[in-house]
């Protein structure tokens, strides 16, 4: 997978489908070479031209004649300073004010297997499938030294990459930028593809020419954000969803991160990935590491949904440890859309008792069953139980879940305290703050400061009693706010550049601990929904709380949208009530588990306002959802019509046999005397011939995916189709 040729000095890092290739260049700088379809290693130096540019400064040695600058060329790792005036990917203060770095070849070495950096999420490989290449670069005055490592997998079309730095300086440097990934084409006519969105209206696709500019998607909120996504691709214009050259790129990373793609005077793109550098630095001591989070990157001929199946992949097969990232999902019940903070014990045991012989798994109990919490101005940091509304504590609620034949699964919000609480009274200090600046509040809450070790220590103690005294089976993990007013009081002023990185230490740790600790709960992420739904957090919480928005039609965007780079396994989609309380819609049932089905399934309702005829359709669709499991789980997901474009949207997913397939079709509004239309399905295999559970004949899979479904027009908006393949 990983070669290296002594003779012209160049890497070769083959993946299935795809090559990597630079080479260590005369004045022993690193060039990019090729990141495409895969070839044959071979001598491919014919792809630098070296040819002198008026305004780009040579390297020392060179002159017009005999012409070498960085800045025409296609590298590997910039730095600042010298003859590359670019976008650098490394940036650092030395002890003498200098900012300058000039970093060289060293050495390299090709291992088995993948290194796992402690602290940090990242995609984990057996030995016999992945290869790393580490290349070790020296700063020429001998202040840094870098390490640029590379993994390939046997499996996907995926390349991990991280960085990591190691002062060889006699004082301390300052870190100001450290990229975990730079990669510079020779082109620049791609299409930029970005997931941007706000609270209740996550990922929509925005696509822009790239252009003679610096294009950066950022958070600057201390989450990933519902805002922006630490996701982008840049695709030929040409490349649609199934065919077509598009490269994708992502960060395992919860924090502020920038995606910045910059075209150049020549044309050329550099793509970057990594920590933002906005509000960034890192004191690094003599002999000190510092670890950039791993970035990924994709490459695909087959459109952008090649690309999305091998991020999938990854996700799937390669992020984390949790035991149910390989298993089929409980069907969970949430109390929240059902009851809100208004809830007592009987109310609770009452929507319980009232999911009997639905099929549910677990039952979830929301926010409101802690300290004296009766709305969101109170108790975050208390995680002791209400003992107003739960007199007799957990154990009632617990036996009746066990009396329904159900599991029991709960609430947090460990990162949070609110001001009205007996953690912040005890301990002031403990939230995010500088002293002397007026605290801003969001949803009345403050952050804690999870830089700090005694409180990640408190967290993990206090959370932990409620899992280990109680027969608990589910966590679901939220964070309500974005980070302002950053600063520690634990760390020194010239460290305060650091918090909000040491924060994402402190919660990684924190959520390293508890999971492992409590290997059979299933953690759940949220954030207001969708709001830090990334590679990081997927890494610790095999799936996500996909919008707050659980409006069926809202979600076919915001499901088309996430599913660019995260699979169905890893989000979590419910039926809720009508009229759907963030928006007022009134949608069929039928549409609403439809929908659901593609993720993680679920209800977010009191079941006791079924009426008899819908407890009988929500009990055939659990029944339904059962035999769809294994293709959440595992299917290969293909995006058929794209709602941002259209009046309807569909998608399907194919077992990796494809052997079995389930394919959705939803028409957003009614049309009068609807045109013809067909759904072309994707990914079956064209000599099978499936059985079409719902029309009731069977087909050649290369009927299907070439001439398709005709779709038959229904009165009525928001309607729902499914198609049920089964191969005969
Ligand atoms: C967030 C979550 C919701 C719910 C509430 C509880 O908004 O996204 O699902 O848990 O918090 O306060």
């Not at 990232?325 to 059902?338: F, G, T, V, Y």
């Not at 239309?677 to 069977?698: H, K, M, N, V, W």
Request: aromatic share 10%.
């Amino acid at each position: 997978m990983i070669q290296f040729d002594a003779k012209t000095r160049t890497f070769y890092l083959q993946t299935p489908k795809t090559s990597y290739i630079f080479q260590v260049y005369r004045e022993d700088v690193l060039l990019g070479l090729y990141y495409g379809k895969r070839i044959a290693p071979q001598d491919v130096s014919f792809f630098y031209q070296n040819v002198e540019r008026g305004f780009s400064p040579m390297m020392a040695g060179y002159d017009m004649e005999h012409p070498l600058s960085l800045d025409t060329m296609t590298l590997e790792y910039p730095t600042f300073g010298l003859s590359d005036t670019r976008a650098p990917a490394f940036h650092a203060v030395y002890p003498d004010g200098s900012r300058i770095t000039d970093l060289r070849y060293s050495t390299h070495r090709i291992l088995k297997g993948k290194p796992i950096c402690k602290g940090l999420p990242q995609l984990l490989a057996q030995t016999e499938d992945a290869e790393t290449l580490e290349v070790v670069l020296k700063d020429k005055r001998g202040l840094v030294e870098v390490t640029l490592r590379y993994t390939v997998y046997s499996d996907m079309d995926v390349i991990s990459r991280s960085v990591s730095v190691k002062s060889t300086a006699k004082d301390p440097i300052s870190l100001q930028k450290v990229a975990s990934l730079n990669l510079d084409l020779p082109e620049c006519d791609f299409d930029l593809l970005q997931l941007h969105g706000a609270w209740g209206r996550e990922r929509n696709l925005e696509v822009t020419h790239l252009t003679h500019a610096s294009h950066v998607i950022e958070s600057r909120r201390g989450a990933s954000s519902h805002q922006s996504c630490p996701f982008l691709a840049l695709k030929r214009p040409d490349a649609g969803e199934d065919w077509g050259d598009v490269y994708g790129f992502t960060f395992i990373y919860s924090g502020n991160f920038a995606i910045q793609a910059d075209v150049d005077q020549y044309d050329m793109t550099r793509l970057q990935v990594g920590i933002n550098p906005f509000d960034f630095s890192w004191k690094l001591e003599p002999g000190d590491t510092f670890e950039a989070p791993e970035a990924l990157m994709v490459f695909s001929d087959e459109g952008l949904g090649g690309m999305s199946r091998n991020f999938h992949h990854a996700c799937r097969h390669h992020l984390g440890k949790s035991k149910y990232r390989d298993q089929k999902k409980p069907i969970i019940l949430n109390s929240w859309e059902a009851a809100y903070f208004d809830f007592d014990e009987a109310r609770i045991i009452g929507i319980i008792e009232s999911a009997k012989d639905l099929g549910i798994d677990i039952f979830v109990m929301d926010d409101g069953w802690f300290g004296a919490r009766n709305s969101d101005k109170t108790s975050l940091g208390d995680w002791t139980v209400n003992s107003a509304k739960l007199p007799g504590g957990l154990k009632p609620v617990i036996d009746a879940c066990h009396k329904n034949g159900m599991k029991f699964g709960i609430w947090f919000e460990p990162e949070m305290v609110s001001p009205d609480s007996d953690l912040y009274r005890a301990h002031p200090d403990w939230c995010l703050h500088v002293p002397g600046v007026d605290h801003c509040t969001s949803r009345n809450q403050l952050i804690l400061d999870l830089s700090r070790a005694d409180v990640v220590d408190y967290l993990e103690q206090t959370v932990g009693d409620i899992l280990a005294q109680n027969d608990i089976a589910y966590v679901k993990w939220d964070m309500n706010r974005n980070m302002t007013n950053v600063g520690s009081v634990a760390f020194e002023p010239e460290r305060q550049g650091e918090i909000r990185h040491r924060y994402m230490l402190g919660l990684y740790d924190l959520m390293e601990r508890l999971t492992t600790r409590f290997p059979d709960v299933l953690f759940e992420g949220c954030s207001g929904g969708g709001g830090r739904l990334d590679f990081g957090i997927l890494y610790y919480m095999p799936q996500f709380w996909t919008s707050d928005d659980s409006d069926a039609i809202a979600r076919l965007k915001i499901q088309y949208g996430t599913s660019m780079f995260v699979p169905a396994s890893a989000m979590v989609g419910h039926v809720s009530a009508c009229p759907n309380h963030q928006i007022g819609r009134t949608t069929p049932l039928k549409t609403r588990a439809d929908v659901a089905s593609f993720c993680n399934f679920g209800y977010e309702l009191d079941p006791a306002r079924f009426s008899a005829e819908e407890r009988e359709a929500v009990k055939a669709q659990i029944e339904r959802q059962r035999r769809m499991e294994p293709l959440v789980l595992d299917g290969d997901f293909y995006r058929l019509r794209n709602p941002f474009t259209g009046n309807d949207a569909a998608w399907m997913l194919v077992s990796p046999d494809k052997s079995e397939a389930v394919a959705l079709f939803v028409q957003v509004l009614a049309v009068a005397n609807a045109p013809f239309t067909r759904l072309r399905l994707r990914g079956l295999d064209p000599d099978a011939t499936y059985q079409i559970e719902e029309l009731g004949f069977s087909a050649g899979g290369d009927a299907l995916m070439h001439g398709g479904i005709p779709i038959e027009a229904r009165p009525g908006d928001f309607r729902s189709v499914t198609f049920t393949l089964r191969r005969i």
